[in-house]
Structure formats: structure tokens, C-alpha cells
């Protein structure tokens, strides 16, 4: 779609991304993602970033955040670069450090930057090539950093800023001496910023060590939204990315809304998300700021009319909407902040109308939807995704509502004949039985039959079982057993028989269960080291995986055996 790209008015709390002093290339780079404005953790972070200002930002997953360090970091990226690395981005695991590395790329690449995500697992050679040749950003995990700083490989003196970036996440791990050692290679004089989802004292004590007069950043700000959220019933659905379209089809088919708005992050969404539906056979419509008041005029038109059902739009595009068809507020990801959650949901429930708001959010954004509750003083309840025995129960409910009403309004003489006719034939519960199947397949087409359970999904809190992921061991063991700990369900515990003798730390099991598996570390449950083992909770579904994993290869240089703990009944 074309023409006219709608900026949003600097005069408002809603400005551009070129009002934050972006040079062109970026603001290409982003133009082209489909970001139409920036999230509020963009918006305050990027300016004192660009003056150089060190920053302590309190922001989670969804929020944004790694565009509010990466695009002041590339923006000061100077021409004359040499091969050593000018900034240093340290992450808790591997997928984040590929994660934000594809970030730089992305946002990076008419500026040149080259970006090198390095972690532990990964083949080192293949990282030394990489250095050797020369880098802008390194974005790593801290003991990979470290083995690189000690081989000489990762030289950090031409360093101008280093993030710390899900910081919180990086002390559960027991990274702190190896990020204070890491910190120590960096030159004094150089930027720093920190970002963590939550702000404990041990959070506080990093920044102090680490950062010069920061500025401060908190994403939830109580004062500026509380009481406003309209009364709408809000729900969650715990969700993987692969299985979203198909979950929102699901939720749609049982809620079955007079009109709904879909809310998405980018203009690429709403473009790719309005197709899918169109193909499974909704009547979306896309609405985004890359289109002319015309075409927009058009898409309302329609929403009113009843042509159209579903409207899948970016927050800008929404903005002051109020279509009083509306019944529901779906929104596809976790919002950035807490006043766009209520911006979005205040598109219903007006003037005393019933609403209701949807929201999918993938298991790691569940702590976003925690920070919105705690903002907007009201509970979003986390349901199941409704099951296709859900959905036939509602379908089946649906027709016979309407035969309800059909029963009590609707003229029925004309068709009198074809009952008596047939009746002369069959059974009158027959009859009925063909009439109420062909007036469900009509208006509810699409078999049943056809369609798939969606996996659940379940939510461990990232805090769930830490406790001893500091280093602290969970048992002070001197060969006993430890006490029985409640577990939480669908884990496995897998027995390492190397511990604290052999120097073993939460980070080297985590290291050897990232690099040899597919699985994440924030999936990896609590770890305790006894002096003589290590004991490790793992999903159930990857529990193979990860002793086949851990078997094949060696902790501390050393084998250890490697087997379902005894204790484990599960
Ligand atoms: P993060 O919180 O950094 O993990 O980002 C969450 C998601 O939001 C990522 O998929 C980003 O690509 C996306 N994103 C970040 N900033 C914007 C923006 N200003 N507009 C639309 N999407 C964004």
C-alpha cells in the first residue's frame, strides 16, 4: 500500500522517531520495518543516549528496549571505524545475543555495522575468524566474553559503551563477577547503560558500581494511568509465535465479536496478519499510517457497513477511533507500555457498551502483562486457548441461538410444506435434525473436523525457582541427600555427578546445557550444587535432549555421569 505516510504530530505526546534526532539511514532502516512510532521506552531512553548520558532503564521484553540502546549506539558509530570493537552488548543467553545481534543487523545495515553475536556452544573458531577480521558491535554472552578477553581475541580499548542488557536475568545466572571482571577490560571513560525487567537492590548495586550519573528510566509509571482503564472484561492467551494466526482464529470463532480490532506492533504485521485471516476466511481489513486518508476512509466504511469484521491496525492508525460496532480488542503482542494497553482497550467498552479485550502474548512476555496489571489496578485473567471440543460446544450454541430466534420471530408458514412432505416420510425429529445440520453448515462454515488443537503453553515465572542460581548452593550438602523441594510440574531433574569440588558454578551448567541442546536458559529451572553433584530441573519434553546433550560432553573439562535423578518419580 502507498502514499502519504501519516507522522505523528511532534505538538503531542506521540513523536516521531525523527523528532529523537535519528540520522536518515535509521530512520530508513525503521521506515522499512514498518515501526511507526517509537515505544515509550524509545522515546525517553534515545535522547540522553545520544548526548552519551549513562542510563538505568527498568523495562521487560516487549517493551522495546532493544532498540532503545541499538539505535543510539549505531547512530554515534563513527566512519574512520577500525577492527576493534566499539561497543559491547552483554546478554544472559544465547538466543538473546542472536536475537539483538539480528536486531543491530536490521536496523544497522545501511550504516555498514558489522555485528558478531558470541556465546558459548558455538564453534570458536568461527568467532576468532570473525574478530580477527574486525567488528563494530559485540553482543555476548558474559563467560564467552571473558574466554575471549583471556585469549586476547575480544581486545575491549577502543570500547565506547557497553549495555548490560536483562541484567536481573544475568545475576540469577550467576554472572556477576564475570561482568565486573569483563567491565574491567573497558576503558574507563566509555557509556554504560543497563536495562533489567525488575529493580532489586543487587540491580542497584551494579549500577552504582558501573554507571556515572545515570538517567533514570521506569517503563510503568503508576501515576499516569491508574483509574482511567475502562471496565472490560481482559483476558490473556499464553501463545508461541508459530501458533498465533491459528490461536486468534480460535479465540475469534468463540467469542464470535460483532467487530473486533486486531492491534499489531508494525505495519508489516498488520499487512501479513490481514492476509492470513482474509485466507482463513475472515473479512479483515488493514489500517496502518502508511495509508492515505482516502484508503482509510474506506476500511471505516466498510467496518460500519458490516462488510468488513475484523480491522487489524497499528496503535497509530487507531489512535482516537470509536466505532461503535466494536465489541472486541485483540491485541496480537504484548503492547510496548502500560498506557498503550489502556489506549487500546479504551477503544471498547464506551458509553456504558460491554467490551472485551483479548490479548496473545508468548510465554516470555508474561512478565509485561504482570507490570500492566500492577498499572492498571485490574486483573487480566490468563485463560486456555479453547480446544476444538470448545469449539464445536460453541458453534453448536451459536445455531441453536439463532433457531431460538428464528423460532420466535420469523414467519415459518412458507415453509410448513416441505415439513409436512417429508414428514409423511420420516420421523419429524429427523427432519428437524437435516434442517438444524444444514443451517449450522450454512452459517458457520468450515468443518470442525479440519481443525487442530493448539498446543498449550504454560508459563514458569522467570523468578520460579532461583533461589540458588546465584551461587548460592541450595544445599550445604556433606554427601547426604538433600531435603525433598517442591517441584514445579512437568520438570525433570536431571543428576550431574560433578559439584562444588570440581569447581562447578550455576553459569558452567547453564553454559553446557545452552551450547549442547537446543533448549534456552530461562527455561532451565533451579539449579542446586551439592559438593559432589549438581542437580538441574529441566522441562520434561527436552529432558532427553539434555542428557544426551550433557553426556556428550564435558563440564569443567571433566566427564561426568549424567542420568535422571533417583528421586525423580515423575
Ligand atoms: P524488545 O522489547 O526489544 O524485545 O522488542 C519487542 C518487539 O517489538 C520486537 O519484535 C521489535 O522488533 C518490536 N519493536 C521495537 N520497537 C518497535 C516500534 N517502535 N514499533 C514497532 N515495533 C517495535
Redesign the pocket.
Known amino acids: 500500500m502507498s502514499s502519504t505516510p501519516v507522522s505523528p504530530d511532534p505538538s503531542t505526546d506521540h513523536p516521531a522517531f525523527a523528532d529523537l534526532g535519528l540520522r536518515p539511514e535509521l530512520l530508513a532502516a525503521l521506515a522499512a520495518?514498518g515501526?511507526?512510532?517509537?515505544?515509550p521506552i524509545?522515546r525517553e531512553a534515545i535522547p540522553p543516549l545520544l548526548d552519551g548520558r549513562d542510563l538505568l532503564g527498568q523495562a521487560a521484553?516487549?517493551?522495546?528496549?532493544?532498540?532503545a540502546f541499538a539505535l543510539p549506539l549505531l547512530q554515534r558509530m563513527p566512519d574512520d571505524r577500525t577492527g576493534d570493537p566499539l561497543a559491547l552488548v552483554l546478554v544472559p543467553t544465547r538466543e538473546l545475543a542472536v536475537q539483538v545481534s539480528e536486531?543491530f543487523h536490521r536496523y544497522g545495515k545501511d550504516l555498514g555495522a558489522r555485528v558478531l553475536p558470541i556465546y558459548g556452544g558455538q564453534p570458536i573458531g568461527r568467532q576468532l575468524r570473525a574478530l580477527d577480521i574486525g567488528v563494530d558491535v559485540v553482543v555476548a554472552t558474559p563467560g564467552r566474553a571473558l574466554d575471549h578477553i583471556a585469549r586476547g581475541t575480544l581486545r575491549l580499548g577502543n570500547i565506547a559503551a557497553v549495555v548490560l542488557d536483562e541484567a536481573d536475568e544475568m545475576l540469577d545466572m550467576g554472572f556477576a563477577e564475570d561482568i565486573d571482571a569483563i567491565l574491567e577490560h573497558a576503558p574507563e571513560q566509555r557509556q554504560t547503560v543497563l536495562f533489567s525487567a525488575t529493580m532489586p537492590g543487587r540491580i542497584d548495586g551494579m549500577a552504582r558500581a558501573h554507571l556515572s550519573d545515570p538517567v533514570r528510566i521506569l517503563i510503568a509509571r503508576e501515576q499516569a494511568v491508574a483509574g482511567e482503564a475502562p471496565r472490560v472484561r481482559q483476558s490473556a492467551y499464553l501463545v508461541s509465535r508459530a501458533h498465533k494466526p491459528a490461536a486468534l482464529g480460535r479465540v475469534l470463532d468463540v467469542e464470535s465479536p460483532t467487530a473486533a480490532i486486531v492491534f499489531c506492533?508494525?505495519r508489516e504485521e498488520v499487512d501479513r496478519l490481514t492476509e492470513t485471516m482474509n485466507g482463513r476466511g475472515y473479512r479483515a481489513e488493514a489500517l496502518h499510517g502508511g495509508m492515505s486518508q482516502e484508503q482509510r476512509d474506506r476500511v471505516m466504511g466498510r467496518l460500519r457497513s458490516g462488510t468488513a469484521d475484523l480491522l487489524v491496525a497499528t496503535d497509530v492508525a487507531a489512535r482516537g477511533l470509536d466505532v461503535e460496532q466494536l465489541s472486541h480488542v485483540v491485541n496480537y503482542d504484548v503492547p510496548?507500555a502500560p498506557e498503550s494497553y489502556v489506549h487500546r482497550i479504551g477503544r471498547v467498552g464506551r458509553a456504558g457498551r460491554e467490551g472485551v479485550a483479548i490479548t496473545l502474548a508468548e510465554p516470555r512476555e508474561h512478565r509485561m502483562l504482570k507490570t500492566i496489571e500492577r498499572v492498571t489496578g485490574q486483573r487480566i485473567m490468563i485463560d486456555k486457548i479453547p480446544t476444538v471440543a470448545d469449539l464445536r460446544t460453541r458453534r453448536l450454541e451459536l445455531t441453536q441461538a439463532a433457531l431460538r430466534e428464528s423460532l420466535l420471530e420469523d414467519d415459518l408458514d412458507p415453509f410448513r410444506v416441505i415439513v409436512e412432505t417429508l414428514s409423511d416420510e420420516f420421523d419429524l425429529m429427523e427432519v428437524a435434525l437435516a434442517a438444524v445440520k444444514l443451517s449450522h453448515e450454512a452459517t458457520l462454515p468450515g468443518s470442525d473436523d479440519a481443525e487442530e488443537e493448539i498446543p498449550q503453553v504454560a508459563v514458569r515465572s522467570p523468578r520460579e525457582g532461583r533461589e540458588t542460581r546465584d551461587g548460592r548452593p541450595g544445599y550445604e550438602g556433606r554427601g547426604e541427600r538433600r531435603p525433598a523441594r517442591p517441584r514445579a510440574s512437568g520438570t525433570t531433574q536431571v543428576f550431574i555427578g560433578l559439584g562444588r569440588r570440581a569447581g562447578v558454578r550455576p553459569q558452567d551448567l547453564v553454559g553446557a546445557i545452552t551450547g549442547e541442546t537446543g533448549i534456552r536458559g530461562r527455561d532451565i529451572g533451579s539449579i542446586e550444587i551439592a559438593d559432589r553433584f549438581s542437580l538441574v530441573e529441566v522441562p520434561n519434553s527436552v529432558a532427553d535432549e539434555v542428557i544426551a546433550g550433557l553426556r556428550g560432553s564435558t563440564i569443567k573439562g571433566r566427564k561426568a555421569t549424567v542420568r535422571r535423578d533417583r528421586d525423580d518419580s515423575r
Do not use: D, H, V
Open positions: 520495518l515501526y511507526e512510532e517509537p515505544t524509545q521484553t516487549g517493551t522495546g528496549k532493544t532498540a536486531a506492533r508494525s510496548s
